[in-house]
């Protein structure tokens, strides 16, 4: 006899189907009936627990909305250096997506569809890394430089670009070429590169590149 | 007399940039002065309430002010 499942575990079962669906297909390639026939449920046992496919949608995103503690966590353990806290805040982003792709696929499917509200989500997730690197580089870059602001604004940028691009090479497409590096190595290099590009090395880091309060 | 030592505005900023900056301003601050801190971003609220439980100092208070979020942390002695 089949095990009847609780509410909570209902829900948690609509979600994790639904989870996967959205990753390979987007939100407007899935129907409701779709995710209620994966999980064996008629579509008004699923409308008990969501009312609408953007609302069953949006819960999957709030799932991969917990980074926040690791973040907090992240900048209490690791001092206020400009590389210590972007190194860890990174890494703190690419493992929730080593453990998890499907909040990649659904990004990159997001970025598609044009969804406002979706798009406002993931954007707010870069914006943690995009507003540390303006706010950092705005204290520390002389402010002689010429084209100063621009240099800022494409700074965060290539950093969103580069960390995307190693997550989508390494979780989505493994390529052989870079099959002996491991997720963590490439995007330690890749962060160890970025400071360069921005003229910051590990010893002037030391010194003074600090987050000021 | 201002119920607070310091202020931080961290207006617009997205996590954990205030909680990086709090944690800065609080690192110059005496045992026991209190900092105030506005913030735009509503995660700031769990944020904060974190960063107090993990550091220790004290979240005084936590509430809502024309539309942003406005903390009291006092350093821990």
Same mark, same amino acid.
């Given at each position: 006899?089949?095990?009847?499942?609780?509410?909570?575990?209902?829900?948690?079962?609509?979600?994790?189907?639904?989870?996967?669906?959205?990753?390979?297909?987007?939100?407007?390639?899935?129907?409701?009936?779709?995710?209620?026939?994966?999980?064996?449920?008629?579509?008004?046992?699923?409308?008990?627990?969501?009312?609408?496919?953007?609302?069953?949608?949006?819960?999957?995103?709030?799932?991969?909305?917990?980074?926040?503690?690791?973040?907090?966590?992240?900048?209490?353990?690791?001092?206020?250096?400009?590389?210590?806290?972007?190194?860890?805040?990174?890494?703190?982003?690419?493992?929730?997506?080593?453990?998890?792709?499907?909040?990649?696929?659904?990004?990159?499917?997001?970025?598609?569809?044009?969804?406002?509200?979706?798009?406002?989500?993931?954007?707010?997730?870069?914006?943690?890394?995009?507003?540390?690197?303006?706010?950092?580089?705005?204290?520390?870059?002389?402010?002689?430089?010429?084209?100063?602001?621009?240099?800022?604004?494409?700074?965060?940028?290539?950093?969103?670009?580069?960390?995307?691009?190693?997550?989508?090479?390494?979780?989505?497409?493994?390529?052989?070429?870079?099959?002996?590096?491991?997720?963590?190595?490439?995007?330690?290099?890749?962060?160890?590169?970025?400071?360069?590009?921005?003229?910051?090395?590990?010893?002037?880091?030391?010194?003074?590149?600090?987050?000021?309060? | 007399?201002?119920?607070?030592?310091?202020?931080?505005?961290?207006? *617009?900023?997205?996590?954990?940039?205030?909680?990086?900056?709090?944690?800065?301003?609080?690192?110059?601050?005496?045992? *026991?002065?209190?900092?105030?801190?506005?913030?735009?971003?509503?995660?700031?609220?769990?944020?904060?309430?974190?960063?107090?439980?993990?550091?220790?100092?004290?979240?005084?208070?936590?509430?809502?002010?024309?539309?942003?979020?406005?903390?009291?942390?006092?350093?821990?002695?």
């Amino acid at each position: 006899m089949q095990h009847r499942l609780s509410g909570p575990e209902r829900r948690e079962s609509i979600l994790s189907a639904a989870q996967g669906l959205f990753a390979s297909k987007g939100f407007h390639g899935v129907s409701v009936d779709e995710i209620a026939r994966a999980v064996d449920v008629s579509p008004a046992i699923l409308y008990r627990h969501f009312d609408s496919k953007q609302t069953l949608y949006n819960a999957v995103l709030e799932k991969f909305s917990c980074q926040r503690q690791s973040y907090v966590d992240t900048i209490v353990n690791h001092g206020t250096r400009f590389e210590d806290a972007l190194a860890g805040m990174t890494q703190v982003y690419i493992s929730g997506i080593a453990e998890n792709p499907d909040i990649l696929k659904i990004e990159l499917h997001s970025l598609l569809e044009g969804n406002p509200a979706t798009q406002a989500f993931f954007q707010n997730r870069w914006k943690s890394f995009t507003d540390y690197i303006e706010f950092g580089l705005n204290e520390y870059l002389p402010y002689d430089i010429p084209n100063r602001e621009k240099i800022i604004l494409s700074a965060g940028l290539m950093f969103q670009g580069m960390i995307r691009e190693v997550l989508i090479q390494k979780c989505l497409q493994p390529q052989d070429r870079l099959v002996d590096l491991s997720l963590y190595e490439l995007s330690h290099e890749l962060v160890t590169l970025f400071l360069h590009s921005i003229g910051i090395n590990k010893t002037q880091l030391s010194r003074k590149a600090r987050i000021s309060g | 007399m201002s119920d607070f030592d310091s202020e931080l505005d961290a207006s *617009g900023l997205n996590c954990p940039l205030p909680i990086l900056r709090a944690k800065k301003a609080i690192s110059a601050m005496e045992a *026991g002065q209190t900092l105030r801190i506005i913030a735009t971003d509503p995660g700031s609220v769990k944020d904060f309430e974190a960063f107090c439980k993990q550091t220790g100092n004290e979240l005084k208070s936590s509430g809502e002010e024309n539309g942003k979020f406005v903390f009291l942390i006092q350093k821990a002695a």
